[in-house]
């Protein structure tokens, strides 16, 4: 299929400029730095809460809470890696090469997605080996666990769709950036309104990315959770092949 070696070309791409090495370098230091602060502090309430009945674990001080962080930080991470996906094609002028090739629409959206989502799971690979090295030392809830990874997937799936989509309505890699960057946080903060009542408050709060994505970091699966980010992922993915199905027809 050729959408996969479009992806593998993306992801060679990546990987040979600096700017892959550098998000992997730094968002370990900063998620590395979180995790053993989340450490210290589980291990100074220890103690306080060796009495209680129902004692908050592992997963619950540390992986949770460092999963949500890393929410918080690839979302103003991955606008960098999707800003070039298909407006740098198009800055450049070649475009129209891949207008020329034996490849559809689908193939080449599909092929970008997953050159960029494949980079994006070697970080959430990285940031899992955080919490599983704890396993040494004592017990983890591997379901939560899984839960918080399943959560980050999905989540970064999102972030990504939303990018190569902005990325195709853009002639600049900076403005697709930003404007990814606008939209991710407007769909993180979309329910803090306290004006929206009835029906109006539960749209939003099923439209917003983090009431999603904390439910699942609570070891919360369900269909409601799962199907969202499917139908948003699904979404983005064909308003880009449309978008740039649209771009072919005008040349």
């Known amino acids: 299929m050729m959408a996969f070696t479009i992806a593998a070309r993306e992801l060679r791409t990546l990987f040979l400029s600096p700017l892959a090495w550098s998000v992997l370098g730094v968002i370990q230091i900063i998620l590395g730095y ?63 090469l891949l207008f020329t090739a034996p490849v559809s629409m689908t193939d080449i959206i599909l092929g970008k997605y997953l050159g960029v989502f494949f980079f994006l799971l070697i970080m959430v690979g990285m940031l899992a080996l955080m919490p599983l090295s704890l396993l040494m030392g004592g017990a983890l809830d591997v379901g939560k666990l899984a839960s918080c990874v399943l959560a980050l997937v999905l989540l970064l799936a999102g972030f990504a769709a939303v990018g190569l989509y902005i990325s195709a309505l853009s002639n600049q890699p900076t403005v697709a950036a930003v404007a990814t960057f606008g939209a991710l946080l407007l769909l993180w903060i979309i329910d803090w309104t306290g004006g929206a009542e009835g029906d109006a408050n539960g749209v939003l709060q099923y439209l917003s990315l983090l009431r999603h994505y904390e439910a699942l970091l609570k070891g919360l699966v369900s269909t409601t959770d799962l199907i969202y980010f499917l139908l948003f992922i699904l979404t983005f993915l064909v308003l880009s092949v449309h978008r740039l199905d649209n771009d072919r027809l005008q040349k």
Not at 38 to 58: I, T
């Open 34 to 96: 979180m995790f053993l602060a989340q450490l210290d502090y589980f291990l100074m309430m220890q103690p306080r809460m060796a009495g209680m009945e129902e004692m908050p674990g592992v997963t619950d001080l540390i992986v949770a809470p460092l999963f949500g962080n890393a929410g918080v930080i690839l979302l103003l991470v991955t606008p960098l890696l999707t800003m070039r996906l298909i407006s740098e094609e198009r800055r450049n002028r070649t475009l129209s």
